[in-house]
T-cell receptor
Framework: NAGVMQNPRHLVRRRGQEARLRCSPM?????VYWYRQLPEEGLKFMVY????????ESGMPKERFSAEFPKEGPSILRIQQVVRGDSAAYFC????????????FGDGTRLSIL | GESVGLHLPTLSVQEGDNSIINCAYS??????FIWYKQESGKGPQFIID???NMDKRQGQRVTVLLNKTVKHLSLQIAATQPGDSAVYFC????????????WGAGTKLIIKP
């Protein structure tokens, strides 16, 4: 009965380090979406993945950011060589069907860059 | 629910009154609309959705109204309770990319005792 699980809830990194954010979708869901949220703003789409496939990464920065959703295990959003501007809340959502609505969200990872 | 700049629009409502939160959407081709509630430190929580072939949909204590002519969406919450305090977001998606939700800036709902 668990919802979308994200960890860690809070992550602090120094500039130049790597950040790895994990997302386990709802049970039975094989479609995962990553969003980014700045304070007092709406969410911005980053990437849509299905198991072992990236369906749409049009919202993801071309450099330093990557995402995967392996056959086994959680989806990972990876940010290399983090910079101050990467500080944000990163949310993951999942759906049962391709592009299915509504998307169900986790409680996010708050990334802070020192 | 529309906003520019850094400050969220705020709606203050007396407990027990009805709340109406408005949203102007951007794309006339959008055919799916959804409202989410986000409490502090939490992820967005689904409230209600509506497709463009409808102009009204009701849930428990909530009603969504869609006016395609003026590209306007509203969320009505009946008998507002303290637990309704949150930021409310509308989001839209279109037929070309039905999973890529485009989010509004949000409206902060404050309940006065």
């Amino acid at each position: 009965n668990a919802g979308v699980m994200q960890n860690p809830r809070h992550l602090v990194r120094r500039r130049g380090q790597e950040a790895r954010l994990r997302c386990s979708p709802m049970k039975g869901h094989s479609h995962v979406y990553w969003y980014r949220q700045l304070p007092e703003e709406g969410l911005k789409f980053m990437v849509y993945l299905q198991k072992e496939n990236i369906i749409d990464e049009s919202g993801m920065p071309k450099e330093r950011f990557s995402a995967e959703f392996p056959k086994e295990g959680p989806s990972i959003l990876r940010i290399q060589q983090v910079v101050r501007g990467d500080s944000a809340a990163y949310f993951c959502a999942s759906s049962l069907y391709r592009g299915g609505q509504p998307q169900h969200f986790g409680d996010g990872t708050r990334l802070s860059i020192l | 629910g529309e906003s520019v700049g850094l400050h969220l629009p705020t709606l203050s409502v007396q407990e027990g009154d009805n709340s109406i939160i408005n949203c102007a959407y951007s794309n006339s081709a959008s055919d799916y609309f959804i409202w989410y509630k986000q409490e502090s430190g939490k992820g967005p929580q689904f409230i209600i959705d509506i497709r463009s072939n409808m102009d009204k949909r009701q849930g428990q204590r909530v009603t969504v109204l869609l006016n395609k002519t003026v590209k306007h969406l509203s969320l009505q919450i009946a008998a507002t309770q303290p637990g309704d305090s949150a930021v409310y977001f509308c989001a839209e998606s279109g037929p070309d990319s039905n999973y890529q939700l485009i989010w509004g800036a949000g409206t902060k709902l404050i309940i006065k005792p």
